[in-house]
């Protein structure tokens, strides 16, 4: 199955950045984009892609104990960027620093798990709103530039199924699926 590891914001920290992509949406090129479906927004922490169903105990094991080693913290979504034509997204601000060592901490507990995790990057904590983003991605900047989301507390590690879409099939299964989740540890012990 296809998984990843991801923060989920708190539905009215998600209406507030609806509020924004529905502007976005109003903009000249909207039309070009691709815009990802709100129900589904998260912070991707580790994209594992296809894991055999094998591994997945022992993956579940390796993420409880991340997540139960790392305390919680708060984050907002403020302002966006953009990857290249790629992707379009909002950013997040608070403590980075330990969204940053959940998301090393969600890598390493797979890579462990022995699923293939690819070349590993520097990561950057981001909310993608829009793909296939045209030329112009200025004015979408500008908007988003504007934003500042409010504060929520995260208190668990997600493990998100991801459905690739099935021709010919339209709504009913929902696109991702958490099929995990684990709470932060707070205190931050633990040993091994
Ligand atoms: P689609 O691929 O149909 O456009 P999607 O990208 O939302 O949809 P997935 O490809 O399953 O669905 O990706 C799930 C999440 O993991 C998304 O947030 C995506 O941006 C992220 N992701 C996908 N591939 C990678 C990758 N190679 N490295 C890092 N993150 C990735
Ligand atoms: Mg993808």
Redesign the pocket.
């Known amino acids: 199955m296809?998984l990843?590891a991801a923060v989920l914001p708190p539905p009215e920290r998600l209406d507030e950045l609806g509020r924004v992509v529905d502007r976005l949406r109003e903009l000249p090129g909207a039309g070009g984009v691709r815009w990802?479906s709100s129900g589904g927004w998260?912070l991707?922490l580790a994209?594992m892609?296809e894991v055999d169903e094998a591994l997945v105990p022992e993956l579940r094991v390796r993420l409880g104990r991340a997540a139960s080693r790392t305390p919680g913290f708060s984050l907002r979504l403020r302002g966006g960027g953009h990857f290249g034509r790629r992707?379009l997204w909002a950013g997040v601000a608070g403590d980075l620093d330990v969204l940053r060592l959940l998301a090393e901490r969600s890598d390493a507990a797979a890579r462990r798990a022995g699923v293939g995790m690819?070349e590993h990057r520097r990561y950057r904590g981001h909310l993608?709103v829009g793909?296939g983003v045209g030329v112009d991605v200025g004015p979408f900047l500008e908007v988003l530039g504007g934003f500042e989301g409010g504060r929520w507390e995260v208190g668990e590690l997600v493990l998100v199924r991801?459905l690739?879409?099935v021709s010919g099939v339209r709504g009913e299964r929902p696109r991702y699926e958490a099929v995990g989740r684990w709470p932060l540890g707070g205190s931050g012990g633990g040993a091994g």
Do not use: N, Y
């Open positions: 296809r990843f990802t998260h991707t994209f892609g992707a690819g993608t793909r991801s690739l879409p």
